[in-house]
């Protein structure tokens, strides 16, 4: 399936706009080396529809996830880590929305503030919004633990 064909399908409101940001290089480097090899249930050039299938069983799922669709790949997240998956976010700070209250403050184990944004894959700039990265971890009860990560720091 093409990016175009996934945007009609799963996104029809919003094929105009780009939901499809990808993760810069070394900030995936950078993850992966503290989580092992990911498993991306919602790449930039989708084949699947990653909330359908189940997430792998032997690695951490990475969620860069459209973010006109972020509640429906938080529940999604949700359910994978009852199943006993971790599963790691990038996402916009959104501290008002329903779904940051919801599923990173009631869910997650940990939220990392991203200092100073990120260079999004083919963009000349920084985001002009801030980000976070939200782990959910099997088995975690309580509030997340937060703290703040910069991936440029010299």
């Not at 972020?70 to 994978?80: G, Q, V």
């Not at 939220?111 to 990120?118: A, D, E, L, Y």
């Not at 099997?138 to 910069?150: A, E, I, L, Q, Y």
């Amino acid at each position: 399936m093409t990016e175009s064909t996934y945007r009609k399908i799963f996104l029809p409101q919003q094929e105009h706009t780009n939901q499809f940001a990808q993760t810069p290089d070394d900030v995936w480097g950078i993850l992966e080396s503290e989580f092992g090899t990911f498993f991306d249930p919602c790449p930039a050039n989708p084949t699947q529809d990653g909330l359908e299938i189940e997430w792998s069983k032997d690695q951490v799922s990475y969620v860069n996830p459209p973010y006109n669709s972020i509640p429906l790949w938080l529940e999604k997240a949700t359910e994978e880590m009852q199943q006993g998956r971790t599963i790691v976010c990038l996402l916009p700070c959104r501290t008002g929305a329903n779904w940051f209250h919801d599923y990173l403050i009631e869910q997650s184990a940990e939220i990392r503030f991203v200092k100073q944004g990120i260079k999004f894959k083919g963009y000349a700039r920084k985001s002009p919004f801030p980000v976070c990265i939200a782990v959910f971890r099997p088995g975690h009860t309580g509030s997340p633990k937060m703290t703040s990560v910069d991936f440029y720091a010299s």
